[in-house]
């Protein structure tokens, strides 16, 4: 299951997400961050403390023997976004000290950048390929916020890389169907949505208090 939102609709003009990314270099200076290696493959991710919580700035990548792919199956898109996790995989995927993002510590996030309404393009602006956060031309260098990852379908197709992707929440409706947060390309929104468990979303994990 698998549920659309007009948020896919909405895109912005090159001059407002310039000026989004300007802002939110301002914002990223001022906070605390750093790095973290995950012991388990020796992949280091980058860290941002946002209000009171301290949240992966990257997608997690780590191989999952049962329920995480690469999208397509593609190595580079792995190397590019990360891998994408079945609910299950994803309850038990960030390393030590790390966890699965609750719906509440997810809305926590999105009101201290601002609330949902805006909160959308600052987050794809935290991790993009090939681009310094300072960047004030990053949408004419063509950046692709690695939250664009696109989706797997439980029967194991892949849509939507480069123009839209989510993260799964720890959240559940019942014993099929999870909640994530879902993006697009250019929109300032986060939208909370329910799909099933089986299909394949990004983790972005958040540090144990």
């Known amino acids: 299951m698998m549920h659309r939102s007009h948020l896919f609709n909405a895109f912005l003009t090159p001059l407002t997400l310039i000026a989004g990314f300007t802002l939110l270099s301002l914002i990223l ?3 605390e961050k750093g790095t973290i290696s995950d012991t388990r493959d020796g992949h280091v991710y980058s860290w941002l403390k ?13 191989s999952v023997p049962a329920g995480s792919w690469a999208y397509n199956n593609m190595p580079e898109h792995e190397e590019n976004f990360g891998r994408l996790y079945s609910w299950n995989a994803a309850r038990t995927a960030c390393p030590k000290g790390w966890h699965l993002p609750s719906e509440k510590e997810w809305s926590l996030m999105i009101k201290s950048l601002g609330g949902s309404d805006v909160a959308g393009l600052k987050m794809q602006s935290m991790h993009t390929m090939g681009l310094a956060h300072d960047d004030k031309s990053a949408m004419n260098k063509g ?4 939250l664009l990852s696109g989706i797997r379908y439980p029967d194991g197709t892949c849509l939507g890389i480069d123009h839209w992707g989510g993260c799964w929440s720890s959240g559940q409706i019942n014993d099929t169907v999870a909640t994530n947060v879902l993006f697009a ?3 300032k929104d986060v939208v909370f949505s329910t799909n099933d468990k089986n299909s394949g979303f990004l983790v972005r994990c958040i540090r144990n208090k």
């Open 50 to 62: 946002i209000g009171k919580q301290t949240w992966m700035t990257e997608n997690l990548r780590f």
């Open 185 to 187: 390309k250019g929109s």
């Open 29 to 31: 200076n001022a906070q």
């Open 143 to 146: 950046s692709v916020s690695t």
